[in-house]
């Protein structure tokens, strides 16, 4: 079965074009550097003659508000012109779990957060719904390889505040393998979530990923840090009960990465 991955290069996308290819499936990257690029159309016709599943795992560049949804919007707006040409049965799309949550402003909310980004990202869904196509959103939870990323944009350089929240984190490898595992199957017309096999608190996450790269920053518990600067509730990254858990400890993840220090980032 031939399968486009849309943004096939990258973290997730790379993993996702190889774990296909084992399973024996004609799996094709499509990147700007390949001469596929969802902004301007230009390669979509060519890459998708042929293609029975288009999975999207493409990202913004930038998470301001503006700039996000013009490239979501922009993006999934010709992908799916260009799947409805082709013939395409089935469009899988990579998400975050807990995007509806995300995206509701609150009081606390200074003038720019990255709630604008998940308003994006549900702009994004909805036009996947209301498409005639086939479809099937993938929520995921944080992935392992972002931890440091966490730690970052809640550091003022010495001590890192984060609330401490449910998160159920998971490993690039086994969000490649459940978007992979959905792509094949029969569209569900609707969200699947996939998480880790294990809840954190979100200080407590972070803290044993700095620990075990020597990072010699503090994480305090501080509920009113939030998450990325915005206010969250215990359960808003956490998935439902019913969602499809990854299979990677992030202990085993950890000692991996420390193997190959390009892992962790």
């Known amino acids: 079965m031939k399968i486009v991955v849309i943004?096939?290069?990258?973290?997730?996308?790379?993993?996702?074009?190889?774990?296909?290819?084992?399973?024996?499936?004609?799996?094709?990257?499509?990147?700007?550097?390949?001469?596929?690029n969802t902004?301007?159309?230009?390669?979509?016709?060519?890459?998708?003659?042929?293609?029975?599943?288009?999975?999207?795992?493409?990202?913004?560049?930038?998470?301001?508000?503006?700039?996000?949804?013009?490239?979501?919007?922009?993006?999934?707006?010709?992908?799916?012109?260009?799947e409805q040409a082709a013939g395409v049965q089935h469009h899988v799309a990579l998400s975050v779990v807990g995007t509806d949550r995300l995206a509701k402003p609150r009081p606390s909310d200074g003038e720019k957060t990255i709630r604008g980004y998940f308003r994006a990202k549900l702009t994004q869904e909805k036009l996947i719904k209301e498409s005639p196509i086939p479809f099937s959103i993938v929520h995921a939870t944080q992935f392992f390889e972002f931890v440091k990323n966490i730690a970052d944009t809640s550091s003022d350089g010495t001590t890192v505040r984060l609330a401490p929240v449910l998160i159920q984190p998971m490993a690039a490898d086994d969000v490649a393998a459940a978007v992979g595992r959905v792509a094949v199957g029969t569209?569900?017309?609707g969200i699947v979530e996939v998480g880790g096999p294990e809840k954190f608190r979100l200080d407590e996450f972070v803290r044993q990923g700095l620990l075990a790269h020597n990072d010699p920053r503090k994480v305090?518990?501080?509920?009113?840090?939030?998450?990325?600067?915005?206010?969250?509730?215990?359960?808003?990254?956490?998935?439902?009960?019913?969602?499809?858990?990854?299979?990677?400890?992030?202990?085993?993840?950890?000692?991996?990465?420390?193997?190959?220090?390009?892992?962790?980032?």
């Not at 299979?247 to 962790?264: D, T």
């Open 39 to 82: 902004l301007t159309g230009e390669g979509l016709a060519e890459v998708l003659k042929g293609a029975s599943v288009v999975i999207d795992v493409s990202n913004s560049p930038s998470f301001e508000e503006a700039a996000a949804l013009t490239f979501f919007t922009t993006a999934t707006n010709n992908l799916l012109q260009y």
């Open 7 to 36: 943004g096939g290069t990258g973290l997730i996308g790379s993993k996702l074009v190889n774990k296909l290819r084992e399973h024996g499936h004609e799996a094709v990257p499509a990147s700007p550097n390949s001469g596929v």
């Open 220 to 265: 305090v518990a501080d509920p009113r840090a939030g998450y990325f600067g915005v206010e969250v509730d215990e359960d808003t990254l956490a998935p439902a009960n019913d969602a499809r858990l990854g299979e990677i400890r992030f202990v085993s993840w950890l000692a991996q990465s420390a193997k190959s220090p390009a892992g962790a980032h």
């Open 187 to 189: 569209p569900v017309n």
